[in-house]
């Protein structure tokens, strides 16, 4: 009922930048919060930065003071600006959103198809 897509993945060099985006579409009702998740090869999956309908923001410890998230509710997107890019960065990263449908009216995570992010000299 809800879909997410992500964009703006990609090969970067250490000390670089990406943006990545996430339009939720589909039958939405409503998004309590948007988020972005990463999981490297042989790791687990864990959460990056997350942002709720009225802003407030949370982020991994290793990824603060680097990665900002902002969103754009009127066009149900969410964005992680991602500056001075570590190789451990790397890792395929995924949107989420804790979202109700129209079709089906309770708050259900859902999740994008993931976009690869590769840091490397």
């Known amino acids: 009922q809800v879909q997410l897509v992500e964009s703006g993945g990609g090969l970067v060099q250490p000390g670089g930048s990406l943006r990545l985006s996430c339009t939720a579409s589909?039958?939405?009702?409503?998004?309590?919060?948007m988020g972005w998740y990463r999981r490297a090869p042989g790791k687990q999956r864990e959460l990056v930065a997350a942002?709720?309908?009225?802003?407030?923001?949370n982020y991994a410890d290793s990824v603060k003071g680097r990665f900002t998230i902002s969103r754009d509710n009127a066009k149900n997107t969410v964005y992680l600006q991602m500056n001075s890019l570590k190789p451990e960065d790397a890792a395929v990263y995924y949107c989420?959103?804790?979202?109700?449908?129209?079709?089906?009216?309770?708050?259900?995570?859902?999740w994008g198809q993931g976009t690869q992010v590769t840091v490397s000299s």
């Open positions: 989420n959103a804790a979202a109700s449908s129209t079709v089906i009216p309770a708050t259900s995570d859902y």
């Open positions: 942002i709720t309908s009225g802003g407030s923001t």
């Open positions: 589909g039958s939405i009702f409503s998004i309590a919060a």
